[in-house]
C-alpha cells in the first residue's frame, strides 16, 4: 500500500500512509481508538476506496473496488463482529457464497465439508464442519471466519482486533494458529492496541496516529513503553500512581448474597464482601464466575434471592435501580456501555444527563432546563476531555474510548459515594485506560470506596488496594494488592485454595 | 445553481426531512405509471387532483375537515413510537373515543363552555385508558403491543356497534346513535347558517359563504395545538426524555434509574389519549353521532401512515395530515374527471411509504446519479 490517503468530507482518516506486507510475516497495526487503523484496512479490503495513492499485491498495482476484488487478490478478512448465520452449520457458512455445486445446482455438501476437515487440518483449527454456529463458543466461530477467507485462497489474512472476544486460553490457541498460518506462507496483518500481544506474535509493527504514519518497527527492538508512547504522542505510564491511604469505615456490606442468573442457576450464592471508604477493591476472577449478577444485584437491575446488602447500614436489595442511585448514591459504570450505558440516538450532553434529568439542576417542574443541561456538558466536556468537543453530536459518532468518557464523565460528577466500575477499560487504547484509571483512582482519594471488576489481572493488580476473586459466586479469598502475586492469584481464580 | 442543487442533494441525503420529500415525488411518480398503464392520462388525473383541492374555497375547507383526525391518529402513533412502541391500536382508540364523546355529548346537558371540555376529555380520559391496557399487559405479561391492540380494535367495534342498540342511546333500526346536543358541537355557525340572514350571508359572499358550505369546524385548531403538545412533551419535559430513552435503549434507561414498564403504560396511555381526542373531535365537529360500523373505518391505520410519512415528530405529523387528507379528498375527485379508480390514491401513499422504509436505497439512488454526472 503506497501512499494511502482516505477523506471523508474534511476530516483526513489516512494521510499518505504507506505500508508493505511480506510474504509469511505478521504485521501489527498499532493505533489509538480512532487514528484510522480500520480505515486503512477497509481501504485495503475495498470497502472504501482510497481518495490517492495506490495497492500493489506481489508488484502488481491493483483496483480494489469490493471485498469480492479484494478475496480473488488473496485478501480475507476477520472481522471484530463475526459475520456468520447463526442457525446454519459451519461448512454451509464457510462455503456460502462460494458452493461448490454438483450437476442441476444441487450443493455439494460431501465434498464442502471434505474440504473444511482438510483445511481445518493443515492449519490446526479445530472444529466440527457440521456443528451449528449457534452452539459453538466465541473462540470457535472465530476460527469458522479464519476458514472462510482461507477457503477462498486467502493469502494476506486481515485481523480486526481478534483478541477482544476471546478468554485468555483462546487467545493462546489463536497465537497458535497463527504461527501455523506464517509457517505455511500466509501473511498477517492485525490490527490492535493490545501491546503484550504484538510483542508475543507480531513480526513488524507500523503505528498510526491520528491519520498519520508515524513508524514501522521491527517489533523485537522496541519495548512495549516505546511501542505506548509512539502510540499516544506523548510517556505513557503503566504503573498507576497513587499515594498510601489508610481506608476507612465500611461503607457497603454483602452479607451471604444469593442470585439466580437467567437459567435459574445461582450464579452468586453465598457471596460475602465488605468495601470501605476511600479504598479501590478489585474483584478478580475468570468470566462467568458470578460477576455479572453481583453487579446487577447491587445495582438493582437482578433480584436478591436472599441475603443482604447494606448501604451505610440501609438495606438496598432488592429496591429499584433509580432508588439505589439517588438514594444509596451508588454510581455505576456499566459492563456493556453499548447496552446499558448510554443512549446512541442522544446526543452528548442529552446522555450525560441520563442519571440525574429528573433533579433540580435539570429540571424545574418536569421541564427540562436546556441551558443547564447544554452548560453542564460543555463544563464535563472540558473536564473529561471527550473528543470531539461537542455537546450536540449524538453519542453513536463518539469512539469507542470518548463513549466510555462519557459514561464516566456522568457518573463520576453525579458524586456516589460508592462507584461500580465493570470492566471499565474494555477495549480501549493505552491512553484512555490511563485516563480511566487515574479517574478511578482520584475517586478513591477523595475518601469516596471504589468497587471495580475486570477481567484483566494486570488491571486489578496496578489499580486496587485490595483484591478479591470471585469463584463459582463466592468470594475464595481476600489479599492486600500489593502482597499479591499473579501466580496465587490464579490459583485461586481457578478455584483452587491457597 | 449548481451549488444550490448539490447542497439540496446533501440535504436530501442525509436529512429525513429530504428523504421525506423525495419518497413523496418517487410515489406520484409510481402513480402516474400506474395510471398511464391503466389508460389514463397522469396529467390530468392529477390536475384533477389539485383542482379538486385548490379551486374552491370549500374544497380547502373540506381537506382541513378531512385532514384533522388524521393529524391526531397520527401523533397518536408517532408518540407510542417515540417510546419504541408500534401503537396499531389508534384504530380502537379513535372508536372508544368517538363512543365516549357521542354519549357525553347526548345524555349530559351542560352550557357549551362546559359541555365541550367534558366531551373531549372524557374521550381521552377512556381513549386514554384503552390503549393503557395495551401498555399494561405488555409491561406485566410480556404480550406484544401489535397483538394486543388489534384485538382491542375489534373489542372497540363490536363495543360501538353493541352500544347503538342500547334503546336510549341508540335511534330504534337505524344503526345510528341519537345526535349529539347542540351544546357539544364545535362546528362554526352551524345554527346561524340555516337562519334567513345565514343564508343570504352565503348567497353574498363568495369566498366565506363558500367555505361555511363545508362543515366547518374548531377541529383543527385543537389538532394544532395537541401538535405541539406532543412536540413539548417529547422534546421539552422529563416526562418526553423518560420516554425516548426508552423507546431509543430500554437497557440504558433501567440501569440509569427510568421505570421502564411505567414508561410504557404512560406512553400507551398518552398515545390512546390522542387517538381518542381525534374520535372526540370527528364526533363533536363532524357526525354529532356514531353509527354501526361493518368493518373499520381506517383513521388509525391511516395514521400509522401519516405518523411515517411525519418522520414520527408533532410537526412532521400535521404536514403529513395534510398531504395525506389533501389527496383522500383531491384524490376522490379524480372518478368524476378521468374515470380514473380512485385506488390509484391508495398506490401513491403505499409507494411513498414504501419509499420512505427504505431510506437506504434512496440515498444509494441518489449516490450513484451523483456518479454517472
Known amino acids: 500500500m503506497i501512499d494511502i490517503t482516505k477523506k471523508f468530507g474534511d476530516v483526513v482518516a489516512n494521510n499518505h500512509i504507506s505500508l508493505t506486507i511480506h510474504k509469511g510475516e505478521v504485521h501489527a497495526l498499532l493505533g489509538e481508538n480512532g487514528a484510522g487503523k480500520t480505515t486503512l484496512m477497509n481501504v485495503l479490503y475495498g470497502l472504501y476506496r482510497p481518495t490517492t495513492g495506490t495497492i500493489r499485491i506481489n508488484g502488481k498495482a491493483v483496483s480494489i473496488r469490493s471485498p469480492n476484488v479484494a478475496i480473488s487478490n488473496g485478501i480475507g478478512m476477520v472481522h471484530q463482529h463475526f459475520m456468520l448465520v447463526e442457525p446454519f452449520s459451519v461448512t454451509e457458512n464457510i462455503i456460502l457464497g462460494n458452493e461448490p455445486t454438483r450437476a442441476g445446482g444441487i450443493v455439494d455438501m460431501v465434498s464442502a465439508e471434505a474440504d473444511v476437515m482438510r483445511l481445518s487440518q493443515e492449519y490446526g483449527l479445530s472444529v466440527d464442519p457440521k456443528a451449528l454456529i449457534e452452539d459453538l463458543s466465541v473462540g470457535s466461530q472465530q476460527r469458522v471466519e479464519i476458514l472462510k477467507t482461507l477457503y477462498r485462497g486467502a493469502e494476506i489474512l486481515i485481523f480486526d482486533e481478534p483478541t477482544a472476544v476471546l478468554t485468555p486460553q483462546e487467545i493462546q490457541e489463536l497465537v497458535t494458529i497463527i504461527k501455523n498460518l506464517t509457517a505455511a506462507g500466509k501473511s498477517v496483518i492485525i490490527i490492535t492496541h493490545k501491546l503484550k500481544e504484538i510483542k508475543q506474535i507480531a513480526d513488524f509493527c507500523t503505528i498510526i496516529r491520528r491519520g498519520e504514519h508515524i513508524d514501522t518497527v521491527e517489533v523485537d527492538k522496541v519495548s512495549e513503553e516505546e511501542l505506548a508512547s509512539m502510540m499516544v504522542g506523548r510517556q505513557v505510564s503503566f504503573k498507576v500512581d497513587k499515594p498510601e491511604q489508610q481506608a476507612g469505615a465500611a461503607v457497603l456490606e454483602i452479607k451471604n448474597l444469593r442470585v439466580v442468573d437467567k437459567r435459574g442457576i445461582a450464579a452468586v450464592n453465598g457471596l460475602n464482601l465488605q468495601l470501605k471508604k476511600g479504598e479501590i477493591l478489585g474483584i478478580a476472577g475468570v468470566d462467568g464466575n458470578g460477576q455479572t449478577e453481583l453487579i446487577e444485584a447491587l445495582t438493582g437491575l437482578a433480584r436478591v434471592q436472599a441475603g443482604s446488602i447494606q448501604v451505610n447500614g440501609q438495606e438496598l436489595a432488592n429496591q429499584t435501580p433509580g432508588t439505589i442511585r439517588t438514594n444509596h448514591k451508588v454510581g455505576h459504570i456499566p459492563e456493556d456501555r453499548q447496552k446499558r450505558g448510554l443512549v446512541f440516538e442522544f446526543d452528548v450532553a442529552e446522555n450525560l444527563i441520563l442519571s440525574s434529568y429528573n433533579t433540580s439542576r435539570f429540571s424545574t417542574f418536569f421541564i427540562l432546563l436546556r441551558a443547564a443541561i447544554y452548560s453542564n456538558a460543555e463544563k464535563l466536556i472540558k473536564l473529561f476531555d471527550i473528543r470531539p468537543a461537542n455537546a450536540k453530536i449524538t453519542a453513536k459518532s463518539l469512539s469507542g474510548g470518548n463513549q466510555q468518557k462519557m459514561i464516566i464523565a456522568r457518573e463520576v460528577s453525579s458524586n456516589p459515594d460508592i462507584l461500580i466500575a465493570a470492566q471499565p477499560t474494555r477495549g480501549l487504547d493505552v491512553g484512555a485506560i490511563e485516563y480511566v484509571h487515574q479517574t478511578l483512582v482520584e475517586q478513591r482519594n477523595r475518601g469516596k470506596a471504589v468497587l471495580l471488576i475486570s477481567f484483566e489481572l494486570d488491571e486489578i493488580m496496578n489499580v486496587s488496594d485490595r483484591i478479591a476473586v470471585i469463584y463459582e459466586g463466592r468470594i475464595v479469598g481476600e489479599i492486600k494488592a500489593k502482597e499479591a502475586d499473579e501466580q496465587q492469584l490464579g490459583r485461586l481464580m481457578a478455584g483452587c485454595s491457597l | ?373
Open chain 2, 1 to 373: 445553481m449548481k451549488k444550490v442543487f448539490f447542497s439540496l442533494k446533501e440535504a436530501v441525503i442525509n436529512g429525513a426531512a429530504g428523504l421525506t420529500i423525495f419518497s413523496i415525488l418517487l410515489g406520484f411518480i409510481v402513480g402516474a405509471v400506474v395510471l398511464l398503464l391503466a389508460g389514463f392520462n397522469p396529467i390530468e388525473a392529477y390536475g384533477a387532483i389539485i383542482r379538486g383541492i385548490f379551486s374552491k374555497p370549500k374544497y380547502m375547507s373540506y381537506v382541513v375537515i378531512y385532514s384533522t383526525p388524521l393529524i391526531m391518529t397520527g401523533l397518536s402513533v408517532a408518540f407510542a413510537l417515540r417510546t419504541g412502541l408500534f401503537n396499531i391500536g389508534a384504530e380502537g382508540q379513535f372508536i372508544v373515543g368517538s363512543l365516549t364523546a357521542a354519549m357525553v355529548g347526548y345524555f349530559v346537558h351542560l352550557p357549551m363552555m362546559l359541555h365541550v371540555p367534558l366531551c373531549i376529555l372524557s374521550a381521552m380520559a377512556v381513549s386514554a385508558a384503552w390503549g393503557g391496557i395495551a401498555g399494561f399487559i405488555k409491561a406485566r405479561h410480556g404480550v406484544h403491543e401489535v397483538i394486543s391492540t388489534i384485538m382491542l380494535n375489534w373489542i372497540a367495534l363490536y363495543l360501538l356497534n353493541w352500544a347503538v342498540t342500547i334503546q336510549s342511546f341508540g335511534q330504534r333500526g337505524t344503526g345510528k346513535s341519537h345526535m349529539i346536543q347542540q351544546t357539544a358541537r364545535i362546528d362554526l355557525f352551524g345554527q346561524w347558517k340555516i337562519t334567513p340572514e345565514g343564508i343570504d350571508f352565503i348567497r353574498s359572499h363568495k369566498i366565506l359563504g363558500d367555505i361555511l358550505k363545508s362543515p366547518v369546524n374548531t377541529g383543527i385548531i385543537f389538532a394544532l395545538v395537541f401538535a405541539f403538545l406532543v412536540w413539548f412533551i417529547l422534546n421539552r419535559t422529563t416526562l418526553g426524555y423518560e420516554l425516548r430513552a426508552v423507546g431509543f435503549n430500554p437497557h440504558t434507561a433501567e440501569c440509569s434509574g427510568i421505570n421502564v414498564n411505567r414508561s410504557i403504560i404512560t406512553s400507551m396511555s398518552i398515545a390512546g389519549a390522542l387517538a381518542g381526542a381525534a374520535g372526540g373531535l370527528q364526533v363533536l365537529g363532524v357526525s354529532y353521532r356514531v353509527a354501526k360500523l361493518a368493518a373499520m373505518e381506517g383513521y388509525g391505520f391511516d395514521g400509522i401512515a401519516v405518523s411515517l410519512i411525519g418522520n414520527n415528530t408533532g410537526p412532521g405529523s400535521v404536514f403529513a395530515g395534510f398531504l395525506f387528507g389533501g389527496l383522500k379528498y383531491g384524490g376522490s375527485k379524480i372518478q368524476d374527471a378521468v374515470g380514473a379508480p380512485t385506488e390509484v390514491i391508495n398506490i401513491v401513499v403505499g409507494t411513498i411509504i414504501l419509499f420512505i422504509a427504505m431510506p437506504k436505497l434512496i440515498q444509494l439512488l441518489l449516490r450513484r446519479g451523483g456518479r454517472w454526472k
